[in-house]
Structure formats: C-alpha cells, structure tokens
C-alpha cells in the first residue's frame, strides 16, 4: 500500500477537516434561526387568530349566544373563509357570518377598537354586529315554518343538526327568498332570532363561511 504523497495529505486536510468544522460552527446559528422563526410564527398566528389583525381570507369569530347550540356552544371560536362567496354562491346548510340587517345600535367599542380602526379604517363602535347562522334558503327559494318544522318549497327538510333538546314551535309566514338575498336560521330554533324576525339577509353583508371550530381543542372539528 503507497504512502500518500504531501500534497495529497494536504489536499484532504483541507477539504475535509475545516468543512467539517464549519459545518459545526454553522449549527448553532441555524438553530437559533430556526427558533427565532417558530417564535415569531406564533406570534402572527395568535395575533391572526384571536384577533387583533383583521385578515382578508380567513378570521376568527367568537360565538357569543346559544342560537347555534348544539352546532356552536357559546365560547367556541370558529374560522371563516371570507373569500369562498367571490368564487361561488351560498348553498344549503352553509354556516355564515355576516352583519346584522337590524339597526341594533353600535355597543361600547373594545380594548382593540383603535388598533382595528388604524388597520381597517372601521369604527367597529358604529358597524353592525357580526351574527352567525347556517343557510336554509336561497334565492328563488319558498320558505315556510309550521309548529317549528321548515319547509323548503313546500317539501319538510331533515335538520339533523337542529338542537331537540328545545323543541321550537314558532310559525313563520311563507316567503319567497328575493335575488341576491338568503334566508338564514339559527340551529336552537327555538332561542333564535334569525330570517324569521328580520327577513333574508342581503348577500352583500356576508362576512364569509364558517368552516372550522378550533376553540377549545377539545370541540376542534369541521362545521
């Protein structure tokens, strides 16, 4: 077996060995990179989330009345697509956020209202509040209730998803559901105040679909 020659000796020892240490001293920075980058993820994310930025695709809604039970519990946070209803209509069975038709009267503004105002330009005192409900008709659409039970151009509808532990059983005139305008209701019919008080909801005034509830881990799931 040859020796190796100097310059052969020296041709490995440079190639390899301060490689080698670089690529050593070069792990701790990417490490600290790497946790700088998850840190500030976070941030956004939470930021995004609960809140305090107002993003153009998806937002984060608090549910804070039971007219969604069981669907929805009060607490729960639910995410929209606030872009979908650009690309395609409302069907049957959506749930959607959207501002309130009825002139409630603006409430007292909230910790965020000066962040939200510089970033959007809303006064969020003065805008109608955000409701949520879920889509049982659409433009075109006769609608009906009796004793309770929904009608959908006179055919009864299965609502699976219609609290029974609180039976409803209001009556709601026959309507017919104009262009561009949906009819909304609450899934705890019976402590709802939806489309049969206030009439189909301009479609203008659709925050975005409710798609997913990701608060409290333990009630995560798609709506």
């Given amino acids: 077996m040859s020796e190796k020659s100097p310059y052969e000796q020296f041709f490995e020892t440079s190639s390899q060995g301060p490689r080698h240490e670089q690529r050593q001293a070069k792990q701790p ?27 153009f695709v998806v937002e984060a809604f608090y ?14 946070r639910v995410l ?15 749930v959607v956020v959207f501002r309130s038709v009825e002139d409630i009267g603006g409430g007292e503004p909230g910790p965020f ?13 003065t805008q109608p509040p955000d409701l949520i409900k879920r889509v049982v008709g659409l433009p075109g659409d006769k609608i009906a209730v009796r004793n309770g039970v929904l009608f ?9 998803y219609v609290n029974d532990a609180l039976p409803d059983r209001s009556f709601a005139a026959p309507v017919e559901v104009p262009k561009d305008r949906i009819f909304v209701m609450g899934d705890n019919r019976a402590n709802s105040r939806d489309s049969r008080f206030f009439g189909p909801v301009p479609e203008k005034n659709i925050e975005g679909q ?9 009630h995560l799931g798609v709506l």
Avoid at 82 to 92: L, V
């Fill in 210 to 218: 409710a798609f997913v509830r990701f608060w409290p881990l333990g």
């Fill in 29 to 55: 920075a990417r490490k600290g990179g790497g946790a700088l980058e998850f840190l500030i993820i976070l941030v956004v994310s939470f930021a995004l989330v609960f809140g305090f930025v107002r993003p």
């Fill in 152 to 160: 959908v151009n006179g055919e009864r509808q299965k609502e699976p």
């Fill in 63 to 76: 549910i804070p009345s039971e007219s969604m039970v069981p669907t929805l519990e009060v607490g729960d």
């Fill in 80 to 94: 929209a697509n606030k872009f979908i209803y650009r690309f395609t209509d409302p069907h049957h069975g959506d």
């Fill in 113 to 125: 209202a000066g962040i939200n105002r510089l970033i959007t330009g809303e006064d969020a005192s």
